[in-house]
């Protein structure tokens, strides 16, 4: 009953926060079809002459862009040059995907790719309805959601119960990935075989499983085919050469200042556009999602996705130096945000903002560089001309940890369009959009509505532009409820899912995390579209895998340990849910101790962790301990102490964790976490030798 209390206050809290938190809801472009498509003799099931009135479509707004100079959204015309060249490039790739061989194929694959046109053009158009008004039922709705209920059968009970009359479509067999099997085909076999069926060859989102097993690292090899566009697209412009390529690892190190995102009117974290050393654009955040995005991208790649942010975690161990590049700049401008020269500045911007936040927390270090400073930046940073090195001198720097950086270069490389239709347009019908509920709530990732996802096409990997879609902004995941604050520690191992099955013939999944947002195509997956997810999450979610992905948030080791153990739980606890087997052990809940009990193990710490030691002698000393006595406890049990309790989580917290490590601040109250103060372990976990002096 509490629980049920709590849930609803929960809800009406939400609900009178909805226009801020939600903005755009769960579909972006609520009325498409009927306000835009239907009018235009475009229907929602195919048909010969809506795919023709589709392609005049996409003539019209085509011809319109080159003859005008113009294009007419649904809401305002499009004038801005860089805007309408964007619109071109993707609206000619619609209208030749739509031209390409359209007479001689089959109707089911005409279907896709009439369904496709329908989707580019929902990406084109849908984030012109930012921040629209919540209708009432989605208000309604959102008091529906502390907890979500989907179909639930075993392995074992698929083979015994019949397929819904609303299975995913299209599908294929695995050793035919080319031959779309027709929903009178998929009546006739029971609800395993439909389960083991796959989506089709050249998927836009998502892999097919035959696709999955030759992938070796999937990960890796993004990366690099990435890394490899960027350079071949450098050299062709000049700004990079054989013997100094560009690497994400150099990108990472320095960037240049460009410009604060403070128009924004969504989204929880500061945000600045910023130039690495070779001129790529990238996107650099602060706050609590900024490691937890790189590891969930990982782990949608792993799983089957093709396409997905390319983002960096900077931690402790890898801090991000920016400078200020006033090159440009109107310094007779009266707004000083659009002249920013500084951190403290720049500071002052985001306080002011709709932010609401500060970014000295994030500071490790600012000042104005000297040549010294330039020669050690550079030394093995090679991009930026030797040349250049001495216009540098005076600029004003700021180094920064606990932040991300994602890559927003577009030219010749992405092309990045709008939302991703989940609950329209056919995609509330696709297998790998139904599936990726699964995943979303492996993540415990509240926030998957239409606009965090994005349509785009991309040359990784390929010579031509290819189109995807993919579920972006996946860094709300890993904190345990929304309404939580614990971050890792409220990751629960056991998934925070549950079955009930009272007649062992299959049932139904309780999720008992809110999910503030769920599309058509969450609520209409069927019990063999979340075992086919279900699978691939127990076969590709490898202990090595969860192991490299949480790696990647930079975290301390003992933070590691906690999130790869709930990982490893997780995946344990659907694999057992959905009857697969497997030859995974069962995680035991770690605990790391830290001796601090002599000089040189303090010194030790000190140089593993980038702390002061003398602050650790002298903080145990004031807190009343005995530093040649003391054993530290950062984690005990698979949870992470707080800072109040574990000297090496406390000073890691004031110097280069403002959000916090095992916890996360109440991002609608702020962005970082609270002041803390140290008072030592609870007499239970209290694990130095001898006596303490107190």
């Known amino acids: 009953m509490r629980l049920l209390l709590k ?15 939600y903005g755009k809801g769960d579909v972006t472009w609520r009325n498409m079809q009927s306000d835009y498509l239907y009018p235009l003799g475009i229907e929602d099931t195919y048909n010969a002459n809506s795919y023709i009135n589709l392609v005049k479509l996409y003539e019209s707004l085509l011809e319109e862009i080159d003859e005008k100079h113009q294009l007419s959204s649904p809401t305002e015309i499009i004038k801005k040059k860089s ?29 896709k790719r009439y369904h496709i046109g329908r989707q580019m053009l929902y990406n084109l158009f849908a984030d012109f309805y930012a921040g629209r008004r919540l209708h009432l039922d989605e208000y309604i709705r959102i008091l529906g959601r502390f907890i979500t209920i989907m ?55 998502w892999h097919t499983q035959q696709e999955i097993e030759t992938i070796a690292d999937p990960y890796h090899n993004f990366i690099q085919a990435a890394e490899n566009k960027i350079q071949t697209q450098l050299l062709a412009t000049g700004r990079a050469s054989l013997e100094n390529p560009f690497t994400f690892a150099k990108a990472q190190r320095v960037v240049f200042f ?10 929880r974290n500061p945000k600045a556009k910023v130039l690495d050393t070779y001129g790529v654009r990238w996107k650099l955040k602060w706050g609590a999602e900024s490691y937890t995005e790189s590891v969930a991208n990982y782990l949608y790649l792993v799983l089957g996705g093709k396409h997905q942010d390319i983002n960096f975690s900077i931690g402790h161990n890898n801090p991000i130096l920016m400078i200020f590049h006033d090159e440009g700049i109107d310094y007779h401008h009266q707004d000083p945000c659009k002249r920013v020269t500084n951190a403290d500045t720049l500071n002052t911007c985001f306080q002011g903002s709709q932010y609401h936040t500060t970014l000295e927390p994030f500071i490790i270090a600012k000042g104005v560089l000297t040549a010294q400073d330039i020669l050690e930046m550079f030394t093995d940073n090679s991009s930026y001309s030797e040349s250049h090195h001495a216009d540098l001198i005076g600029k004003s720097y700021v180094l920064f940890s606990q932040a991300s950086l994602e890559l927003r270069e577009r030219e010749g490389i992405f092309n990045r369009m709008g939302s991703m239709a ?73 998934g925070s899912l549950h079955v009930w099955d009272p007649f062992h013939r299959g049932g139904r999944y309780i999720y008992t995390e809110l999910m503030a947002h769920e599309p058509k195509a969450n609520r209409k997956a069927t019990a063999a579209d979340i075992f086919w997810m279900t699978r691939k999450i127990v076969s590709q979610f490898t202990n090595t895998r969860l192991q490299e992905a949480v790696a990647l948030s930079q975290q301390p080791d003992f933070v590691q340990k906690s999130w790869v153990y709930r990982l490893q739980s997780r995946r344990n606890r659907y694999a057992q849910l959905a009857g697969i087997s497997h030859n995974y052990a069962h995680p035991k809940a ?30 145990l000393i004031n807190r009343g301990f ?62 130095w030798e001898h006596s303490t002096t107190r």
């Not at 031959?179 to 050249?202: C, F, R, W």
């Not at 460009?258 to 989204?267: C, E, F, N, R, V």
């Open 7 to 21: 849930a609803w206050i929960t809800g009406i809290a939400l609900v009178s926060t909805a226009q801020l938190t």
């Open 83 to 111: 805007e309408l060249k964007n619109a071109h490039q993707w609206l000619s790739f619609g209208l030749q995907q739509l031209k390409h061989n359209s007479l001689s194929e089959e109707s089911l694959e005409q279907e």
């Open 151 to 205: 179909p639930h059968a075993t392995e074992k009970q698929l083979h015994q119960i019949r397929p819904s009359k609303d299975e995913a479509f299209p599908l294929v067999r695995p050793e035919k990935p080319t031959q779309i099997l027709s929903p009178a085909e998929i009546k006739t076999m029971n609800a395993y075989e439909v389960a083991m069926l796959d989506i089709p060859q050249g998927h836009h989102i």
């Open 258 to 267: 460009d410009k604060a995102s403070l128009g924004k009117t969504h989204g």
């Open 422 to 494: 989940q609950s329209t347009l056919g995609a509330e019908n696709d297998r790998a959009i139904r599936g990726l509920s699964v995943f979303h709530m492996f993540l415990d990732n509240f926030d998957a509505k239409d606009s965090n996802g994005e349509g785009l096409l991309s040359r990784i990997g390929d010579q031509e532009l290819q189109y995807y879609e993919a579920p972006t902004d996946l860094g709300g995941g890993f904190r345990g409820s929304f309404t939580r604050t614990k971050g890792i520690n409220g990751y629960r191992p056991n």
């Open 590 to 619: 770690p605990t790391q101790r830290i001796r601090l009990n002599s000089e040189a193990n303090i010194s030790c710490a000190a140089n593993k962790y980038q702390l002061d030691a003398e602050l650790i002698r002298t903080t």
């Open 626 to 687: 005995d530093p040649t006595k003391y054993i530290d406890t950062p984690l005990h049990e698979g949870k992470i102490n707080s800072c109040k309790r574990s000297i090496i989580v406390y000073l890691l917290y004031q110097k280069y964790y403002p959000v916090g490590l095992g916890s996360r601040p109440a991002w609608m109250r702020t962005k970082v976490a609270r002041p803390c103060t140290f008072k030592g372990p609870k007499k239970q976990h209290r694990y």
